[in-house]
């Protein structure tokens, strides 16, 4: 089974733009990114898969955030644009060997994930 390691969050300020990174101990079709609020559920964020053209962004979260993969290093990233206090919570990477989907049930593997603090 596939190990997903995150790594790139800590306490940032409003309008910075921090990166996210996973590391994946293989190659999978699918990596995607959730977030998890403080006193939220899990909110799936987006997803890429080994298409060239395998993406896809939650509503209103393309053009606040990135997500680029290389597939040679095994890795996924997720650039935060211009961060909001909203933007804080636990983000998670995960990953699924077959097809992409937003519900976080069709995943297989999780990370740990990485603590993102935002304040104002």
């Known amino acids: 089974q596939v190990r997903l390691v995150e790594s790139g969050g800590g306490s940032v300020q409003s309008g910075d733009s921090p990166t996210l990174s996973c590391v994946a101990s293989g190659l999978t079709f699918c990596m995607a990114w959730f977030r998890q609020a403080p006193g939220s559920e899990r909110k799936f964020l987006g997803y890429?898969?080994?298409?060239?053209?395998?993406?896809y962004y939650a509503t209103g979260i393309e053009g606040r955030f990135t997500i680029s993969r290389d597939v040679a290093k095994n890795m996924l990233y997720l650039q935060l644009n211009k961060v909001r206090p909203e933007d804080t919570g636990v983000y998670y990477c995960?990953?699924?060997?077959?097809?992409?989907?937003?519900?976080?049930?069709?995943?297989?593997?999780w990370g740990q994930g990485t603590q993102v603090t935002v304040s104002s």
């Open positions: 890429r898969n080994l298409r060239p053209d395998g993406w």
């Open positions: 995960a990953s699924a060997l077959n097809s992409c989907d937003a519900r976080g049930e069709r995943y297989d593997t």
